[in-house]
């Protein structure tokens, strides 16, 4: 549904320019909730606003639904009128002179995609029963509170039946109970309309929460696409396991193809790496599981000393120091035997294995508890 | 495919990241303007270069007329008068606009809002009503105070005379200090009250305090005012036209109207007229770009203030009416006497100081003897240009500030000293450019020479700076994603201007639109120097009657004027007290 080749972006600053997307390449598929999550600044919004037509890039090519929409060779420029969007801003841009329902309708009756005379009221109408907003119609749209303007935000780009969706940060000026609340329900109503939607966020909670695929971001390009369960757990570099959570990581060298000999011990991994080579591996805090008695002859046990723990409701963060390292575990309950020492197991399959090209510095060498 | 558009306007003006919203229909918008000034500066330095019949194949080109301005003993005087006008006029500006600023930000004096309407609306009161209303108080031979006084004393001749440099700039500083008032109370009121407190706290009196930390922490802000009013004060020619012309006191501006203009059967002298226009841009230059550097030296002093600081007034207690008083004097010396014997003058046969006999005497004669036919060709020319101007203002400066405020391509810094260009330029300079442009370049082409769209378009581009301004702050006030929004919904160009901006920011459009509507209907300048028989002006009436010796007609047909005046003024203050837009 969209297609994107090679798209480059530079922005000029005070003393030369800076890239904001470094030729890029994307295919959302039709139908799909696709996010794009990355920190500020790595040029997911730019990504956005290129596909939106509201930012033309300086290089590479977009395609909605076969058409191309913005080229450099040969060059096309279809102006973002024409691209038969929706859209959501992270400002929500509720025009604040128009009421609710009018704010819904004016795209419908003197925009690019407008309908039928007669099918406006009706349309608009539908839109805002969709959002529940079918009440406040004639209210000012500067009377809502900041979830009910989402709302109209939400129904001004759907009223226009558009081919995509886009949304840039759309949860973003919510409150946290609210945002949990919306996101369910724009993902529910977006597979109800069967959109495409291209979705911004820089939150790895929303990112997977709500989508069917994700693609991170960082500085300008993609490190890794793919449903958010590979992310998780098969993160194709280091970069993308850090930015989906806290990883606890340790150096060490294959010394068999599936064992490592580390700091901490030997750790047993999943499939297989040459012998010899320098690797890093890690893994997540849920992963560091405390049993009370290890089992027998079981390989990945790591003995440690409790330093401290912090209460979450569900389960306990705790740091542990295991052979001068400190790590961080997460659990339902912290077995100990006495003597302060305890003992965890890492699950094989849970490991994460990179080549060993440089030292990460994880959050976890920074923290100086 | 008819809707993709192929992306070729890649020009300066492509405004590379922005190719949807750089409609060549905006940006040639935007740019007219521009062009048009200068078409006019231009035309001035060619004909200044000339000898001969210029334009023609038998124009000799020659720095002569540079050479005749600059060895002319009489414009040596003019200069010298113009010094001492300007000078004047600064200091009488800030002598009275200054303390009235200080008075109405940082004490407690009460009635601020009358204040502030008293000193805005005294804005729109044209100088020429304080030129002639202080000819009638203080000329020398028919002044009514120096009448008085002659009769009081014995005097052989009126002690004062108003038609000298210093008095033109009594009487112009009198008219720009409510410029000064406007420019330097914003500055008082972003002032940290911290500053003055902290001297007080360390034993420091309030006279002390004003003088080292009020006054030096002030001072940029004063002295951008002051190369402000002195970039006005050396081109302006109404009130040295009314008060000097007809008493022989020439200052540059008025010293360019004879020479284009000449009295009896003289001959118009434009190639030296151009070359004096031409020192005299270089001298608005370089005063506009001190400007500039001043007011950006000026925020070295801000001091950051957190939010919602309520600044410390100063007690005013039993000095309160010796304030109120200087503002009343002010008030009173500067706008309501003239107005007042303007209309005395209106209703009296001839003019004589006001006495039993004279109340007597008291007649419409002026008004039933008045040329009809002139005034109503003077007001028909004044209302096509009232309703012509402001919208094409409105027009443009919308365009310009849409793409300035909006582009992220450096052009936009191009568009923006465009717009600011009419600043720079006096008055009188485009009106010589707007003379040689339609006598010598285009007279054979596009007639425009004595035409009232000739004055139009001078308005147009000499008005745009100040709505450009105005739409500029406004226009940064609405988040950008407004209008993304009505993009993405598929609204073009043009209706999203016409839905979503145009309602967001019409207060400012219509207080634009007003202020632009008063000043060209009080123009007198370019009116005078372009008009002719069939473009004259009601401004220009008045002056023919006054420069041709009818004082009580000219006062006749300026009462008329206020007539109309007055409901626009107040139009002005209704809107300006339901939004709050920033003055000029």
């Known amino acids: 549904m969209i297609s994107i080749r090679h798209l480059a972006k530079e922005f000029p600053v005070s003393g030369g320019r800076v890239a904001a997307l470094k030729g890029l390449?994307?295919?959302?598929?039709?139908?799909?909730?696709?996010?794009?999550?990355?920190?500020?600044?790595?040029?997911?919004?730019?990504?956005?606003?290129?596909?939106?037509?509201?930012?033309?890039?300086?290089?590479?090519?977009?395609?909605?639904?076969?058409?191309?929409?913005?080229?450099?060779?040969?060059?096309?420029?279809?102006?973002?009128?024409?691209?038969?969007?929706?859209?959501?801003?992270?400002?929500?841009?509720?025009?604040?002179?128009?009421t609710v329902y009018e704010n819904v309708a004016l795209p419908l009756a003197e925009g690019e995609q407008r309908a039928p005379r007669r099918e406006v009221s009706s349309r608009a109408r539908e839109a805002l029963r969709l959002v529940q907003l079918e009440e406040l119609a004639d209210r000012s749209a500067t009377l809502l509170s900041g979830g009910q303007q989402q709302r109209v935000a939400l129904a001004r780009a759907i009223a226009v039946n558009p081919r995509i969706l886009l949304m840039d940060?759309?949860?973003?000026?919510?409150?946290?109970?609210?945002?949990?609340?919306?996101?369910?329900?724009?993902?529910?109503?977006?597979?109800?309309?069967?959109?495409?939607?291209?979705?911004?966020?820089?939150?790895?909670?929303?990112?997977?929460?709500?989508?069917?695929?994700?693609?991170?971001?960082?500085?300008?390009?993609?490190?890794?696409?793919?449903?958010?369960?590979?992310?998780?757990?098969?993160?194709?570099?280091?970069?993308?396991?850090?930015?989906?959570?806290?990883?606890?990581?340790?150096?060490?060298?294959?010394?068999?193809?599936?064992?490592?000999?580390?700091?901490?011990?030997?750790?047993?991994?999943?499939?297989?790496?040459?012998?010899?080579?320098?690797?890093?591996?890690?893994?997540?805090?849920?992963?560091?599981?405390?049993?009370?008695?290890?089992?027998?002859?079981?390989?990945?046990?790591?003995?440690?000393?409790?330093r401290s723990s912090t209460f979450l409701g569900d389960q306990f963060l705790y740091d542990v120091m295991i052979r001068d390292h400190l790590f961080v575990g997460k659990g339902r309950l912290i077995p100990s035997n006495g003597d302060g020492n305890v003992c965890f197991y890492v699950d094989p399959r849970e490991v994460m294995v990179f080549p060993a090209k440089k030292k990460i510095s994880g959050r976890f060498d920074e923290r100086g508890i | 495919m008819s809707t993709v558009r192929q992306a070729v306007l890649r020009l300066p003006f492509s405004f590379g990241a922005r190719r949807w919203r750089a409609s060549p229909f905006l940006v040639s918008l935007a740019l007219a303007p521009m062009a048009v000034i200068l078409l006019l500066v231009v035309a001035m330095l060619w004909?200044?270069?000339?000898?001969?019949?210029?334009?023609?194949?038998?124009?000799?080109?020659?720095?002569?007329?540079?050479?005749?301005?600059?060895?002319?003993?009489?414009?040596?005087?003019?200069?010298?008068?113009?010094?001492?006008?300007?000078l004047s006029t600064v200091f009488f500006a800030l002598v009275l606009g200054l303390p009235i600023a200080w008075l109405t930000e940082r004490t407690t004096i009460p009635g601020k809002t009358l204040i502030y309407a008293l000193m805005t609306l005294g804005l729109l009161i044209p100088g020429i009503y304080t030129a002639m209303g202080w000819t009638?108080?203080?000329?020398?031979?028919?002044?009514?105070?120096?009448?008085?006084?002659?009769?009081?004393?014995?005097?052989?001749?009126?002690?004062?005379?108003?038609?000298?440099?210093?008095?033109?700039?009594?009487?112009?500083?009198?008219?720009?200090?409510?410029?000064?008032?406007?420019?330097?109370?914003?500055?008082?009121?972003?002032?940290?009250?911290?500053?003055?407190?902290?001297?007080?706290?360390?034993?420091?009196?309030?006279?002390?305090?004003?003088?080292?930390?009020?006054?030096?922490?002030?001072?940029?802000?004063?002295?951008?005012?002051?190369?402000?009013?002195?970039?006005?004060?050396?081109?302006?020619?109404?009130?040295?036209?009314?008060?000097?012309?007809?008493?022989?006191?020439?200052?540059?501006?008025?010293?360019?109207?004879?020479?284009?203009?000449?009295?009896?059967?003289?001959?118009?002298?434009?190639?030296?007229?151009?070359?004096?226009?031409?020192?005299?841009?270089?001298?608005?230059?370089?005063?506009?770009?001190?400007?500039?550097?001043?007011?950006?030296?000026?925020?070295r002093f801000e001091v950051i203030t957190g939010k919602g600081y309520r600044p410390a007034l100063i007690e005013l207690g039993r000095w309160t009416m010796l304030g109120w008083g200087f503002i009343a004097l002010y008030a009173l010396i500067s706008k309501l006497l003239p107005l007042l014997l303007i209309a005395y003058a209106a209703f009296t046969p001839y003019f004589a100081p006001p006495s039993f006999e004279m109340f007597g005497k008291l007649s419409t004669v002026h008004f039933s003897n008045m040329d009809w036919d002139l005034v109503l060709r003077g007001l028909k020319n004044t209302g096509i240009l009232v309703?012509?101007?402001?919208?094409?203002?409105?027009?443009?400066?919308?365009?310009?500030?849409?793409?300035?405020?909006?582009?992220?391509?450096?052009?936009?810094?191009?568009?923006?000293?465009?717009?600011?260009?009419?600043?720079?330029?006096?008055?009188?300079?485009?009106a010589i450019g707007a003379l040689m442009l339609s006598l010598f370049v285009i007279g054979n082409v596009v007639p425009l020479y004595g035409s009232v769209y000739l004055i139009a378009i001078v308005y147009v581009v000499a008005r745009l700076a100040f709505a450009t301004r105005a739409i500029n702050g406004s226009l940064l006030q609405i988040h950008k994603e407004l209008e993304e929004a009505a993009f993405v919904a598929g609204l073009s160009t043009f209706r999203t201007a016409w839905r979503v901006l145009l309602p967001l920011i019409w207060p400012t459009l219509v207080s634009v639109?007003?202020?632009?509507?008063?000043?060209?209907?009080?123009?007198?300048?370019?009116?005078?120097?372009?008009?002719?028989?069939?473009?004259?002006?009601?401004?220009?009436?008045?002056?023919?009657?006054?420069?041709?010796?009818?004082?009580?007609?000219?006062?006749?047909?300026?009462?008329?004027?206020?007539?109309?005046?007055?409901?626009?003024?107040?139009?002005?203050?209704?809107v300006g007290r339901r939004s709050q837009v920033p003055g000029q």
């Not at chain 2, 717009?419 to 006096?426: M, R, T």
Request: neutral net charge; proline residues 6%.
């Open chain 1, 25 to 98: 390449d994307l295919e959302v598929a039709e139908g799909e909730f696709f996010v794009i999550v990355g920190a500020s600044g790595s040029g997911k919004t730019t990504l956005l606003r290129c596909v939106a037509g509201l930012e033309a890039p300086d290089g590479g090519e977009i395609r909605i639904a076969g058409r191309v929409v913005s080229s450099d060779k040969p060059p096309v420029w279809v102006a973002s009128q024409q691209r038969q969007l929706g859209m959501v801003f992270q400002s929500y841009a509720v025009w604040p002179h128009l």
């Open chain 2, 387 to 430: 309703l012509v101007v402001p919208l094409v203002v409105l027009l443009f400066g919308f365009s310009i500030s849409w793409l300035v405020v909006r582009s992220r391509s450096r052009s936009r810094y191009l568009l923006e000293f465009g717009a600011f260009l009419p600043h720079a330029l006096p008055e009188v300079i485009m």
């Open chain 1, 169 to 306: 940060e759309p949860l973003s000026n919510l409150d946290a109970r609210l945002r949990e609340e919306v996101r369910g329900k724009i993902r529910d109503l977006s597979k109800q309309l069967g959109s495409t939607v291209l979705y911004v966020t820089h939150d790895q909670v929303e990112a997977m929460a709500m989508a069917d695929k994700i693609a991170l971001m960082q500085a300008g390009e993609l490190l890794q696409v793919g449903l958010p369960m590979e992310l998780y757990h098969h993160p194709a570099r280091p970069e993308v396991a850090e930015f989906f959570g806290l990883v606890n990581w340790v150096e060490g060298r294959m010394v068999q193809p599936a064992l490592a000999e580390t700091a901490v011990g030997a750790i047993e991994i999943k499939g297989s790496q040459a012998p010899g080579s320098q690797v890093l591996l890690g893994f997540r805090p849920e992963s560091l599981s405390p049993v009370s008695t290890p089992p027998a002859g079981a390989r990945n046990v790591l003995s440690g000393v409790l």
């Open chain 2, 136 to 299: 009638l108080i203080a000329h020398p031979r028919i002044g009514i105070l120096n009448r008085w006084l002659v009769d009081l004393l014995g005097l052989a001749e009126g002690p004062i005379n108003i038609a000298t440099p210093v008095g033109m700039g009594f009487v112009q500083g009198m008219s720009l200090a409510a410029l000064v008032f406007i420019l330097t109370a914003q500055m008082f009121r972003a002032m940290n009250p911290s500053l003055e407190e902290a001297a007080k706290v360390h034993g420091l009196n309030l006279g002390r305090t004003l003088w080292r930390i009020t006054l030096p922490l002030a001072l940029p802000g004063i002295l951008a005012a002051v190369i402000y009013i002195t970039t006005i004060g050396i081109a302006t020619f109404d009130i040295p036209a009314i008060l000097g012309l007809g008493n022989r006191v020439y200052m540059l501006s008025t010293f360019l109207y004879i020479k284009v203009h000449p009295p009896g059967s003289g001959l118009p002298e434009y190639g030296i007229s151009g070359a004096m226009g031409a020192f005299m841009v270089i001298l608005a230059i370089f005063l506009t770009c001190w400007y500039g550097q001043v007011l950006r030296q000026g925020h």
């Open chain 2, 47 to 86: 004909i200044s270069l000339q000898k001969g019949v210029f334009g023609t194949a038998s124009a000799i080109y020659t720095l002569e007329n540079y050479r005749e301005v600059l060895s002319d003993p009489f414009l040596l005087h003019a200069l010298r008068n113009t010094a001492i006008f300007t």
């Open chain 2, 513 to 574: 639109w007003i202020w632009t509507a008063l000043l060209v209907y009080r123009e007198l300048t370019v009116a005078v120097f372009l008009g002719v028989q069939d473009n004259i002006t009601l401004p220009a009436v008045i002056w023919s009657y006054w420069y041709g010796g009818g004082i009580n007609k000219a006062s006749a047909v300026t009462l008329l004027m206020t007539l109309v005046l007055t409901p626009m003024i107040l139009a002005v203050w209704w």
